[in-house]
DNA sequence: ACGCTTATTGATAATGATTGTCAAAACCAT
DNA sequence: ATGGTTTTGACAATCATTATCAATAAGCGT
């Protein structure tokens, strides 16, 4: 097991291997799982810079977790989250781009912004959970 | 089946007098300034069944809290937030109810919920800002 | 390679929001 | 008032996150 320094690192690849949003506490849990002896801290630390730098996205889930994710495109877009899972849809979004915009000029705001993401159960969760 | 609950009714009073979203624990305080011998869980329970039964609408504050605000109106919304001074616009979101139904149902989603909030600047904000 | 200085790490404690517990108090129909 | 049910609130428990701090590893000049 190779004792890597920059322990930031493994997160970045951890995140990079993670298929969705993930929170901080499952990706700690999956980097122990490969063996490596990362701390909480560490992850948290890691995970925090990475977000700042804009490495990393990081969304607030409906029950009050953060959650990370390495986005690969640096534009503007939007997901569709699991929320079993966490298996995450990037999605574009140019119809509620537009929307947004509209709806932010109609009643004078400027420099808008939005938060859009749809949270659901993915076809493999919706089955699972029905079994259950 | 109506509750007989005047600690409800405080509460929504509390949340009605507040202009933008305010935090279950500030609102708690809030009570307690006035005189209110209101418990702490109590003010939580009367939030939880609030926004449950759609009469108040709440949403993560970025550092993980729950913010709560008293809607106006019962059925499903979105928000038009200005980031500087809090002021808020609820708006209906017909379109975009729709896309994101559309958009879940495409890649086998079930069970979709969505997360859709504007942030701005409001005209009053941004003459303000533009003063600057 | 060696010693010295500084930055990073991670076990654990601390924090802060939220939820659970449960006996006491309030309420209601008799 | 009385018994039974519901609501309340002090406090404990929980969960994610953050702070602490001694041990360790990386840098660096020699």
Redesign the pocket.
Known sequence: MK??????EAVREALDDTEGFI???ALHSSLHATG?????????????DLASSGEADSL?SP?????YRACSTTGHHHHLICRNCGLTVEIAADEVEAWAKGIAAEHGFTQAAHVVDVFGLCANCTALADAR
């Not at 004792?3 to 930031?8: C, D, G, I, P, S």
């Not at 029950?63 to 959650?67: C, H, K, N």
């Open positions: 004792r890597n320094t920059w322990q930031r929170s901080a506490q490596s002896p990362i701390g909480l801290a560490t992850v948290y630390r890691a995970l925090g607030q029950d009050g977790e953060a959650l």
